[in-house]
């Protein structure tokens, strides 16, 4: 099982990004996968989630900005983020959860400059 992130990058404040987690080895519709990020001095936090069934919710600091889906076709969990803000730098990180093993993506960069 491997998951790839993608989609890091430097930003203006204000602009958006997409990200996306391609899963190899696994389909995405069999565990529950989620966004999280780690920004430098802190605590890994989760961004967003998405159930095996579709269903999502999202952290409340990135409600109404980020949407998180997935695309079954192409396997692969994307993460739109719009009206970035400089607190949104962190490395983002895709994960999945099954069989009671948890899988993680290499991780992206994610800058936003003021």
């Known amino acids: 099982v491997q998951l790839q992130a993608s989609g890091g990058g430097l930003v203006q404040a204000g602009g958006s990004l997409r990200l996306s987690c391609a899963a190899s080895?696994?389909?995405?519709?069999?565990?529950?996968m989620a966004w999280y990020r780690q920004a430098p001095g802190n605590d890994r936090e989760i961004v967003a989630y998405?159930?095996?069934?579709?269903?999502?919710d999202h952290a409340g600091s990135v409600k109404g900005r980020f949407t998180i889906s997935r695309d079954i076709a192409k396997n692969t969990m994307t993460l739109q983020m719009n009206s970035l803000k400089p607190e949104d730098t962190a490395v983002y990180f895709c994960?999945?959860?099954?069989?009671?093993?948890?899988?993680w993506g290499q991780g992206t960069l994610v800058t936003v400059s003021s």
């Open positions: 080895g696994i389909s995405i519709t069999v565990g529950n």
């Open positions: 998405i159930t095996k069934d579709g269903d999502t």
């Open positions: 994960t999945m959860h099954y069989s009671r093993v948890d899988y």
